[in-house]
């Protein structure tokens, strides 16, 4: 994460791939941000853990970071 208003705005317009984005995800969960946010974020930060791509804490699992 170099810059998280660079991370939401590139996010936004739909320039990170898969990988940052779960990584970006799983930091705003880790600090709370998620929860903080427009509304969208956080509810697709909750759909990103019911699937099991990352933790409640706040990590990207270890079965996506294999794959």
């Given at each position: 994460?170099?810059?998280?208003?660079v991370?939401l705005?590139?996010?936004?317009?739909?320039?990170?791939?898969?990988?940052?984005?779960?990584?970006?995800?799983?930091?705003?969960?880790?600090?709370?941000?998620?929860?903080?946010?427009?509304?969208?974020?956080?509810?697709?930060?909750?759909r990103?853990?019911?699937?099991?791509?990352?933790?409640?804490?706040?990590?990207?699992?270890?079965?996506?970071?294999?794959?």
């Amino acid at each position: 994460m170099k810059d998280i208003a660079v991370d939401l705005i590139s996010f936004e317009l739909g320039e990170l791939d898969d990988s940052e984005t779960l990584e970006l995800f799983a930091y705003l969960v880790e600090t709370g941000m998620a929860w903080n946010l427009q509304g969208a974020y956080g509810r697709a930060a909750q759909r990103l853990i019911d699937l099991g791509l990352i933790s409640e804490a706040g990590e990207v699992t270890p079965e996506v970071l294999a794959a």
